[in-house]
Nanobody
Framework: QVQLVQSGGGLVQPGGSLRLSCAAS????????MGWYRQAPGKQREQVAH???????NYVDSVKGRFTISRDNAKNTVYLQMDNLNAEDTAVYYC?????????????WGQGTQVTVSS
């Protein structure tokens, strides 16, 4: 079992910044990729950013150049730095990872955190 505990988020004005954190339990954090997803009201959940175990990153086009995903394996934590936020970034954000259990891929999700961009 993997527990993902998120922190950060809140209300920010357009153009502002926020940083989300996600701390994972377990001793195998460093060998798995981590991702951030978001879900806005009435929309499907979408992957925003992903970081591999080796530190490779990718982003959805709408956040490229504004969001940065990073990880600290010593702290079992993944971060999402969000800059130049706009109203379209308003959503509940979730961190995500997978583990292989009995040859099956199991999804784990954080509890979600609200990000609201509004003046």
């Amino acid at each position: 079992q993997v527990q993902l505990v998120q922190s950060g988020g809140g209300l920010v004005q357009p153009g502002g910044s926020l940083r989300l954190s996600c701390a994972a339990s377990g001793s195998d954090f460093s060998i798995y990729g981590m991702g951030w997803y978001r879900q806005a009201p009435g929309k499907q959940r979408e992957q925003v950013a992903h970081i591999t175990s080796a530190g490779g990153t990718n982003y959805v086009d709408s956040v490229k150049g504004r969001f940065t995903i990073s990880r600290d394996n010593a702290k079992n934590t993944v971060y999402l730095q969000m800059d130049n936020l706009n109203a379209e970034d308003t959503a509940v954000y979730y961190c995500h990872t997978v583990r292989i259990r009995s040859s099956l891929l199991v999804d784990y999700w954080g509890q979600g955190t609200q990000v609201t961009v509004s003046s």
